[in-house]
């Protein structure tokens, strides 16, 4: 009842706040903070006087990200650039190395370790949580005009083997400080293999307020994925170029589903002190602007959550146990949390030497679990209380740091600490600026709830796990001028909780040692762009973890104009990386597990592209796997689940915001 008159407050109080930011509609088109404008390949807008009313509006566009539990925010680029659009998929987009089912949307696994962690906190989500819309993704916007993308791509036949995406993003400032965004994310990929389709689609509508002494950011999101769950080819050794239609080869389950639900609902309010202070603009106009001196935060995220696992034909050869039902499979899990949390903050003055930032919260988590046991739904109920604080300099043109602590009084993840700080350096050699980033982290994590207990129609296990330890370490220097990266990162953890070969989650009882170095560098010309990115890593325990110890991207395009308006790119990408232990896929907990029997990898996946821009359109034509039939047969991107043979894709995006 508690968790149901919150909610009921939630929705009336952000309700109001929407009414209150449609006070000033005379304000339209003016803007109070720096903002970017968005390229189209013309480059002719031209900057107006924000004080001549007669002057028509200019389009500029502000976005940003809310972090450190919304007491701050980071600036974020708008992407209207033609360089690599066609690399849309999620699990691309953020690690050039991945185990995975296949198929767009389907069950991921980084394959660099550190870049495993995800948003959502939903143990059964994590193999998901790119394809979904958390409040962590939410790009917040100020645009002085509406500003709209859609988005469409379609592979293979229209019918048959097809993937579909549709995407429609519009913002719209309804006066200088109030934002409303909504967006749409839609996909259907049938796959090329016996029942492999992957559906999921996105809905969300958001919105930010930003004014002097109040501040506030509402979101509203849906999340629903439906996975068709083939468990992956029946012979996984075999031949992938051995038939002429994929359909000729057998998959272990034809009756097995894998659905999850998110629905998400966040709120985050800032009322903030502070004084006017006399400054005069670019154009000499002498005008008032507030500095900041105290920020009192009210943040609250109801996240409720489903995964349902169905089978209609149990296949009892493939399941290894069955507990319930041996005739059939319907599991459901749900986890629900709400979570309330307050802050205060002072700020860093930038009229003042020597100031840094300093905060402090307190927050609860109240979390509601379900699951099957024997024929009933059972229900578990915890909670936690939390504090902690942070202090930061990120006005610094010398140098940024930060440091941050969160710790667990009570609850089920009573003890847990996590202790974070960061150096950010700017180094300006020559007419090349260098910055050197180094961070840590010391952290004693509670095992996962799911971890420790879980009960389902084909697993169960109760255990006493001890809290993770973990030291993680990273480096990383960039220059700006050779657009060069090179870093490393270290990570030591103890009480390691890993899937097992029968996929069932155990903890090891050694230190466990990871090392990582990368090197990320672009070379840019008239006429030629090529990307290259090269990561290696060792783990020394084996026997809960394996990795590849290579992994490579290599991206070369040729660059032109046809007939002076059509930019045009032409070229190739390749991923790479050495032959190891993937882990292996489970289907009826979306989980990877470690396994030992079967190695894929050293097969170079090629994918072919052609992108083109037109004024505010872009599209892209592109062939995947486009070696899979002139080298071996290699192109399996997990145990018994192979990659798509070569495919035609092509894509569309329009962009406007005048």
């Keep these: 009842m508690f968790q149901k008159i919150q909610l009921t407050i939630l929705i009336v109080l952000g ?4 009414l209150f930011a449609q006070g000033n509609l005379n304000n339209f088109g003016g803007f109070n903070a720096e ?7 013309r480059n002719d807008s031209i900057q107006s006087d924000p004080h001549d009313k007669n002057k028509p509006i200019v389009s500029h566009i502000h976005s940003w990200k809310l972090k450190n539990n919304g007491a701050s925010t980071e600036a974020v680029e708008v992407d209207t650039t033609l360089n690599f659009f066609h690399n849309y998929n999620p699990i691309f987009q953020k690690s050039i190395s991945n185990t995975f089912t296949g198929n767009f949307g389907g069950a991921y696994q980084s394959n660099n370790f550190f870049k495993r962690e995800g948003e959502s906190d939903f143990y059964f989500y994590r193999a998901f949580d790119l394809y979904t819309k958390l409040p962590a993704d939410i790009r917040y916007f100020n645009t002085t005009t509406p500003y709209t993308i859609l988005d469409y791509s379609q592979s293979e036949n229209q019918n048959t083997q097809n993937e579909t995406r549709f995407n429609a993003f519009h913002s719209q400032n309804i006066n200088r400080d109030f934002n409303a965004t909504f967006f749409y994310d839609q996909s259907k990929a049938t796959g090329q293999y016996e029942y492999q389709e992957n559906k999921h689609h996105s809905i969300a509508l958001y919105s930010s307020y930003e004014s002097d002494k ?3 950011h509402f979101n509203l999101i849906f999340n629903r994925l439906k996975n068709e769950e083939n468990g992956g080819l029946e012979d996984g050794s075999i031949d992938l170029n051995k038939y002429d239609e994929t359909d000729n080869y057998i998959v272990n389950l034809d009756q097995a589903n894998y659905t999850l639900r998110n629905n998400t609902l966040f709120w985050n309010s800032e009322y903030r002190l502070g004084k006017y202070k006399e400054v005069e603009d670019t154009l000499g106009f002498i005008t008032d602007e507030f500095i900041p001196r105290t920020g009192f935060f009210y943040q609250v995220e109801y996240s409720g959550n489903q995964k349902t696992y169905t089978d209609d034909e149990a296949n009892l050869d493939f399941y290894r146990n069955t507990y319930i039902d041996s005739t059939a499979t319907n599991d459901t899990i749900g986890y629900n949390r709400l979570t309330n949390l307050f802050q205060l903050k002072f700020y860093e003055a930038p009229d003042r030497k020597y100031t840094f930032s ?18 009933t739904l059972q229900k578990y109920k915890h909670s936690n209380t939390f504090v902690g604080g942070g202090i930061s300099r990120e006005e610094g043109i010398f140098w940024k740091w930060g440091a941050q602590g969160k710790f667990y009084l009570t609850g089920y993840r009573s003890g847990q600490t996590e202790l974070s700080a960061y150096i950010y350096k700017p180094i300006n050699i020559g007419n090349d600026t260098t910055s050197l980033k180094v961070s840590g982290e010391l952290n004693t994590i509670a095992p996962d709830y799911f971890e420790q207990r879980f009960n389902s129609n084909h697993y169960q296990w109760s255990n006493r796990f001890k809290n993770i330890n973990e030291m993680i370490l990273k480096g990383e220097i960039h220059s700006q001028k050779r657009k060069l990266t090179l870093g490393a990162n270290y990570a030591l953890i103890g009480n390691y909780i890993y899937n097992d070969s029968v996929a069932t989650p155990q903890q090891g009882g050694r230190e466990m040692l990871i090392l990582s170095a990368y090197l990320n560098k672009t070379i840019e010309s008239d006429h ?7 990561l290696w890593q060792n783990a020394n325990q084996e026997e809960y973890l394996h990795l590849p110890d290579l992994c490579g991207y290599l991206s070369i395009s040729y660059k032109t104009i046809i007939s002076k308006v059509l930019y045009t790119q032409i070229g190739a990408d390749v991923r790479y990386n050495t032959e190891f232990y993937a882990d292996a896929y489970d289907a009826p907990t979306g989980r990877f597990y470690w396994q030992d029997q079967e190695k894929i990898g050293n097969f170079p996946f090629v994918d072919v592209h052609v992108n083109l821009k037109l004024k505010r359109t872009r599209l892209f034509f592109q062939w995947l796997n486009a070696a899979s039939d002139m080298l071996d047969s290699g192109f399996w991107t997990a145990p018994d689940y192979p990659y798509y043979r070569r495919t035609f894709r092509l894509g569309v995006s329009w962009t406007f915001y005048d």
């Design 15 to 18: 309700g109001f706040t929407l």
């Design 358 to 375: 300093k905060r402090a919260f307190i927050g609860h988590d109240l979390i509601r679990i379900k699951m099957p046991l024997d024929t």
């Design 528 to 534: 030629w762009l090529l990307r290259g990115q090269i």
């Design 214 to 216: 109040f501040n506030s």
């Design 35 to 41: 903002s970017t404008l968005p390229d189209d390949g």
